[in-house]
């Protein structure tokens, strides 16, 4: 299982992102999908998943803001960034597997993961 994340790069506070995770190999529809990130300095932080049912998981520090969602026939996860502020400044990866409800927000809980795409929120 491969994953390509893109669509990182340079946005004023305010501003709007898509993230987008293309999946293949594996049956992408059994697969549940998470973005983290991690900061400089920091330690690598959930911020939103979705499962193969397509129900959804947010970190409270992005409810309302951002938006995640997946496109079967694409094979596809995308997260909509909107509202952007400097703190989430961080390189986004995505990551897929087949975590049970509970560990949705566990990283340990995936075991297939995407690059990283660099988010920047200039003030």
């Known amino acids: 299982v491969q994953l390509q994340a893109s669509g990182g790069g340079l946005v004023q506070a305010g501003g709007s992102l898509r993230l987008s995770c293309a999946i293949s190999g594996g049956t992408f529809s059994r697969y549940s999908a998470a973005w983290f990130r991690q900061a400089p300095g920091k330690e690598r932080e959930f911020v939103s998943a979705?499962?193969?049912?397509?129900?959804?998981s947010y970190a409270d520090f992005v409810k309302g803001r951002f938006t995640i969602s997946r496109d079967n026939a694409k094979t596809t996860v995308y997260l909509h960034m909107n509202n952007l502020k400097p703190e989430d400044t961080a390189v986004y990866y995505c990551?897929?597997?087949?975590?049970?409800?509970?560990?949705?927000?566990?990283?340990?809980?995936?075991?297939?993961w995407g690059q990283g795409t660099q988010v920047t929120v200039s003030s």
């Open positions: 979705i499962k193969w049912t397509s129900s959804t």
């Open positions: 990551a897929a597997g087949t975590p049970i409800t509970s560990t949705l927000a566990a990283a340990t809980s995936y075991a297939y």
